[in-house]
Structure formats: structure tokens, C-alpha cells
């Protein structure tokens, strides 16, 4: 039997899995990175496979839940995205999900996240039509402000270079943000 030491990554949140059930109802993956060196691959988590199996729109869908900035449709992508769960879980334990009830695979769903200190912010987020989150009310728009307060106190900046490669970033600060720079 061998033993070996896990040094954890530099990054607590580096994403250590991602997740998704159903996706286009006919994909299901769970990608972990599993550490078994001192290596720190808190920077890198490199998704590969066939033309068509969801990796660009599972790379969105990261985006689109990550990101702390509200009235950007941001949550209305994920509505419009069809999956019954789809989450990911950082290397300090804390984890974000979105979940559908019963079989439905586009619209109304649950966001939570569950810190790694046990809190738990959720909101039920309701689409009208067309798959679209409008502005909540009640008690729904205060768990909402809650959920992206939680995402907030992150500290983290998302970035994506999209398949039309504009990079896209929504920054979780009021603070100066770095200025992306493209070089032809």
C-alpha cells in the first residue's frame, strides 16, 4: 500500500469538481480533479472530448453561475440551458448547485451554495414563459440578494474566452479591476 501527502492547493477556490446530470437530457458528468502529489493544480482543470459532448456550453455554464453580477442574464442562461442538476465544488469544500425538480430540464430552478463552513444560501429562481428570470419580489428577491452576497464574499473574478473569442468578466469588487488587453 502506498500513502501519499495531499498538500492543498494555494487557491481554496480552485475548482476541484464539476458536475452536471442530463445535460441536453443525454449527457451526465462528474470531472474531479484529484490531487496525489504536492503538485498545485489549483490553476489548471483542463475538460477534453468529442466535438458536441457540452464541453463549451458546460465552460458557460461555469461562467453564468459563477459570476456575482446581477441583471446580466446571467441566471437566465442557466434557465435556458437544459439539465436537471449541474454544480461544482471548490477545493475548500464549499459547493454552488442548480437543481430542477422532478424532469424538467429548462426553466424554473433552485440555486444553493453550501459553504465550507456549513452555511446555506438558496433561492427559488421562477421563469415566465419563455425561460426568463425577471426582477423577484418578497422574500425571494431577499434570499436572491443573500445568494449574491454569498458569491461576492468569494472574491473572485470570472473570466471566459468564449467560442467567438470576446473574452467575457464580471468582477465580484467595486474595487479598480485590471484591464483585459488583447494582442493581436
Do not use: W
Request: net charge negative; glycine share 6%; aromatic share 10%.
Amino acid at each position: 500500500m502506498t500513502a501519499y501527502t495531499i498538500t492543498p492547493p494555494l487557491n481554496t477556490f480552485a475548482i476541484r469538481r464539476i458536475y452536471v446530470n442530463r445535460l441536453f437530457d443525454h449527457f451526465s458528468y462528474d470531472l474531479t480533479l484529484e490531487l496525489s502529489s504536492n503538485a498545485d493544480r489549483s490553476r489548471l482543470f483542463i475538460i477534453y472530448g468529442d466535438n458536441g459532448s457540452g464541453k463549451t456550453t458546460l465552460l458557460n455554464m461555469v461562467f453564468h453561475i459563477l459570476s456575482p453580477e446581477d441583471n446580466k442574464g446571467h441566471r437566465t442562461f442557466l434557465a435556458r440551458k437544459p439539465f436537471s442538476s449541474f454544480g461544482l465544488e471548490f477545493f475548500d469544500g464549499t459547493s454552488i448547485c442548480a437543481h430542477r425538480d422532478g424532469s424538467a430540464l429548462l426553466g424554473t430552478y433552485d440555486l444553493t451554495i453550501i459553504s465550507s463552513h456549513h452555511d446555506e444560501r438558496s433561492v427559488h429562481l421562477q421563469t415566465d414563459e419563455e425561460n426568463a428570470i425577471h426582477i423577484l419580489k418578497g422574500k425571494a428577491s431577499k434570499d436572491y440578494e443573500k445568494f449574491l452576497k454569498a458569491l461576492r464574499s468569494f472574491g473572485i473574478t470570472v473570466h471566459l474566452l468564449a467560442d467567438d473569442r470576446k473574452a467575457l468578466e464580471d468582477a465580484s469588487s467595486t474595487e479598480d479591476e485590471d484591464e483585459i488587453i488583447a494582442i493581436p
